[in-house]
């Protein structure tokens, strides 16, 4: 015999021998240095009081009875957690490399206390070890009874979950645990049952592991059923998901994941995690009254969180949308006639988004809003829609929209462009027709401040402009705007009738929420109407005057004067003032470039002359100006 030889099998008699000496070994003297070790290391107590076995092996099994550790000293249970008896593996290759490794792990009436106290410290860090350090593998769980008590007042949370070993059924052969819950989260009232497999086991692709979650959280109700091949890690698998509440914006204290007030909803698809990112995927349902379908995802990985959603909708009601404009029912009660509900500013600034919308078709009061195109866009704090366009009245409407939310009031910016709106699709109520009813285009461009559309407006600085080509007014309203007596009694008498508009054109210029016009002109075959004043929306007022210049012997000359808030407006003669005489050449030749640069709003059809154009270019020959100076190109 060599001397290797003689050397190699003297190794594999002293390890046989030791194999030999620690299966003979009685462990339960090794008790008390295991409990000196682990309350060592932990700073808590430790003991083992029942029986303790280990069968050696390069995975041994240890088995030890009737399990205590204590608690933190700040808690008032004296005890963290009690195992009647523990039956589990260790990987001793890995924990020569120091990672804790268990390849199975069997847990008998465990009871375990989870708590934070109010200073947010857990229960479950101990002595000086690091919260980030790395947590143990498991690749096999199984516990046939146990109960687990949650507990933080730092977030008004406190959880019972009782778990248990069920007897498989016919409908529900593989389920053998269930867990049960009950309690508070976040402060709403929550109750949990949970069903699945009585071991569960990591990346077992032969016999996947099922689940069957039901939570419910205050007002919102969530259910996953499915299988799992990674049951502990739920990595890059999906489960079928339904989620239905009173309002998603209830989602933000539950998960943290802002969203805007919305009627009751339910949604249904399937929930995929992959990474820190988990998507709600191919999901359809219903909010308030409105179809919703797409894809929502949120990546916890970055700080803040990214939402991305690519969502549809085939028809979606305006009032669905109430919530996030702010028109809610503490709106409705207040003096403002515009929407006072503030923005929140805190779940502007808990994400970054990225959601882009299309919808068929908005149903709205007395509109019909169709093929809407939106992409939103939230990062550090600032929301963008660029594009939020849409199709209504037969024409185009063309928005951008910047709010900056970073600082203490949301500042924002507004580029609008409304294009060739047909009167008689946006007034459906009115008596226009298709041969009378005309066009209308518009823009607006804004700077404002403030956290509600009110304090928005109300500080809005700005220009603002509207061109009509076409449509009809009443004659009695032309009447009394010229003070025509005589025959608005006439027209009292024998009815009201619609005049044709040939055009009309205003301009504004906001300063601090006031709207100044700057040019305002109506002409009919009947009377010219010229404007003046201005119109605040810091306090919602009017201060406006309508001067007209007609033909009847009748007419007295006098201004018309709009006063009052947006609520009741007051509608009265100024008859102490005699109105400026002149035509509407006068008041066209002032108006000139801007009219030019507002028809092309009106998308006309070709085959349709425009009565703005035609009398622009009157006007301006009528004051000696060349037509190709002031026919856009």
Same mark, same amino acid.
């Given at each position: 015999m060599t001397r290797k030889t003689k050397w190699l099998v003297g190794i594999a008699v002293s390890l046989l021998l030791l194999v030999t000496a620690a299966s003979l070994f009685d462990w339960n003297l090794a008790r008390p240095y295991i409990a000196r070790q682990v309350s060592s290391a932990t700073g808590r107590s430790f003991?083992?009081?029942?029986?303790?076995?280990?069968?050696?092996?390069?995975?041994?099994?240890?088995?030890?009875?009737?399990?205590?550790?204590?608690n933190a000293a700040?808690?008032?249970?004296?005890?963290?957690?009690?195992?009647?008896?523990?039956?589990?593996?260790?990987?001793?290759?890995?924990?020569?490399?120091?990672?804790?490794s268990f390849p199975e792990i069997s847990l008998s009436d465990l009871h375990l206390v989870l708590e934070v106290n109010k200073d947010g410290v857990p229960n479950w860090v101990f002595g000086k070890q690091d919260k980030q350090s790395e947590l143990p593998s498991i690749d096999a769980l199984a516990i046939d009874h146990g109960s687990v008590e949650f507990r933080d007042p730092t977030t008004d949370t406190d959880l019972a979950l009782?778990?248990?070993?069920?007897?498989?059924?016919?409908?529900?052969?593989?389920?053998?645990?269930?867990?049960?819950?009950?309690?508070?989260?976040?402060?709403?009232e929550t109750r949990l049952q949970a069903r699945g497999g009585a071991l569960l086991t990591l990346s077992n692709a032969v016999r996947p592991y099922p689940i069957k979650i039901t939570a419910t959280l205050g007002?919102?109700?969530?259910?996953?059923?499915?299988?799992?091949?990674?049951?502990?890690?739920?990595?890059?698998?999906?489960?079928?998901f339904q989620l239905e509440g009173s309002d998603l914006a209830l989602l933000y204290p539950i998960a943290g994941v802002p969203l805007p007030p919305t009627p009751a909803y339910k949604l249904v698809g399937y929930l995929s995690h992959s990474g820190n990112i988990w998507t709600f995927k191919r999901f359809k349902g219903k909010v308030g009254d409105s179809d919703l379908s797409g894809d929502f995802s949120v990546d916890r990985g970055r700080t803040p969180q990214l939402i991305t959603a690519d969502l549809e909708s085939q028809i979606l009601d305006l009032k669905d949308l109430a919530g996030i404009i702010g028109a809610n029912s503490a709106?409705?009660?207040?003096?403002?006639?515009?929407?006072?509900?503030?923005?929140?500013?805190?779940?502007?600034?808990?994400?970054d988004a990225d959601v882009r919308f299309k919808g068929a078709k908005i149903v709205t009061r007395k509109l019909q809003i169709q093929k809407m195109d939106a992409h939103l866009t939230v990062k550090d704090g600032t929301l963008k829609l660029a594009p939020l366009n849409f199709e209504v009245a037969g024409g185009k409407m063309v928005t951008e929209i910047t709010m900056d939310g970073r600082k203490s009031h949301m500042v924002t910016h507004a580029d609008i462009t409304a294009k060739g709106l047909n009167l008689d699709q946006l007034f459906p109520g009115s008596k226009l027709?298709?041969?009378?009813? *005309?066009?209308?285009? %518009?823009? $607006?461009? !804004?700077?404002?401040? +403030?956290?509600?559309? /009110?304090?928005?407006? *109300?500080?809005?600085? %700005?220009? $603002?402009? !509207?061109?009509?080509? +076409?449509?009809?007014? /009443?004659?009695?309203?032309?009447?009394?705007?010229?003070?025509?007596?005589?025959?608005s009694f006439l027209l009292l008498l024998g009815g009201d009738k619609q005049i044709p508009i040939r055009c009309m054109v205003a301009n504004f210029k906001a300063v601090a929420?006031?709207?100044?016009?700057?040019?305002?002109?109506?002409?009919?075959?009947?009377?010219?109407?010229?404007?003046?004043?201005?119109?605040?929306?810091?306090?919602?007022?009017?201060?406006?005057?309508?001067?007209?210049?007609?033909?009847?012997?009748?007419?007295?000359?006098?201004?018309?004067?709009i006063t009052g808030p947006f609520k009741k407006p007051s509608v009265h003669p100024d008859m102490g003032k005699v109105a400026a005489r002149g035509g509407l050449a006068v008041g066209l030749g002032v108006l000139t470039s801007g009219i030019a640069a507002l028809i092309p709003l009106l998308e006309l059809d070709k085959k349709k002359d425009s009565n703005c154009a035609a009398l622009m270019i009157q006007a301006k020959s009528d004051a000696g100006i060349k037509q190709s100076d002031i026919v856009p190109h």
């Open positions: 003991a083992i009081n029942g029986d303790l076995e280990v069968h050696v092996s390069l995975r041994p099994r240890i088995i030890a009875n009737d399990i205590v550790m204590g700040w808690s008032k249970d004296p005890v963290m957690a009690q195992i009647k008896r523990a039956d589990f593996k260790i990987d001793l290759l890995k924990l020569l490399v120091g990672r804790l009782e778990l248990h070993t069920i007897t498989a059924t016919k409908d529900d052969p593989e389920y053998m645990v269930e867990v049960t819950g009950a309690g508070q989260f976040k402060g709403m007002t919102t109700k969530a259910s996953i059923d499915g299988t799992l091949i990674d049951p502990l890690h739920f990595d890059n698998e999906e489960v079928n709106a409705k009660t207040s003096s403002k006639m515009l929407p006072t509900e503030p923005f929140n500013l805190d779940k502007l600034r808990a994400a027709n298709k041969s009378s009813a *005309g066009t209308m285009g %518009g823009r $607006a461009k !804004l700077d404002a401040g +403030g956290d509600s559309i /009110s304090q928005m407006m *109300g500080s809005a600085n %700005g220009e $603002a402009a !509207l061109i009509m080509d +076409g449509g009809t007014v /009443s004659e009695l309203l032309l009447r009394m705007s010229n003070l025509d007596i005589a025959n929420g006031d709207f100044t016009v700057q040019d305002l002109v109506l002409d009919t075959p009947k009377v010219n109407i010229t404007g003046e004043g201005h119109v605040n929306f810091a306090d919602e007022s009017l201060h406006l005057k309508l001067v007209s210049q007609g033909t009847s012997l009748a007419a007295l000359r006098g201004p018309i004067v």
